[in-house]
């Protein structure tokens, strides 16, 4: 079955970066748009990065443009999103996910989903 698992999450201080990772396995990657969303506590899950298949297209949520970067290896089935300068209000668990048809920025669009990883970001 499609499998979806986020690594790289921790607790940081404002101002330092992480990589996460999404580890993909069961589907044919190159063939899925793939994206990352957080949702923090008390609130709904948000949109903040996505990229097509073969990495060419990219959108990111205004609050992390500039920011993060999101990108994908289809030799490893893998995909990444390297976060810098990270804010206190980054704090949330951070889910990647799968799409099969186009670079969206709606969660409903999304057909499979990781477990998530926690971002913590200290003041």
């Known amino acids: 079955q499609v499998q979806l698992v986020e690594s790289g999450g921790g607790l940081v201080q404002a101002g330092d970066s992480l990589r996460l990772s999404c580890a993909a396995s069961g589907l044919t990657f190159e063939n899925y748009a793939m994206g990352w969303f957080r949702q923090a506590p008390g609130k709904e899950r948000e949109f903040v990065a996505t990229?097509?298949?073969?990495?060419?297209?990219?959108i990111y949520a205004d609050s992390v443009k500039g920011r993060f970067t999101i990108s994908r290896d289809n030799a490893k089935n893998a995909m990444y999103l390297q976060m810098n300068s990270l804010k206190p209000e980054d704090t949330a668990v951070y889910y990647c996910?799968?799409?099969?048809?186009?670079?969206?920025?709606?969660?409903?669009?999304?057909?499979?989903w990781g477990q998530g990883t926690q971002v913590t970001v200290s003041s």
């Open positions: 996910a799968a799409n099969s048809r186009f670079v969206v920025t709606s969660d409903s669009a999304y057909d499979y």
């Open positions: 990229i097509s298949t073969r990495g060419r297209t990219t």
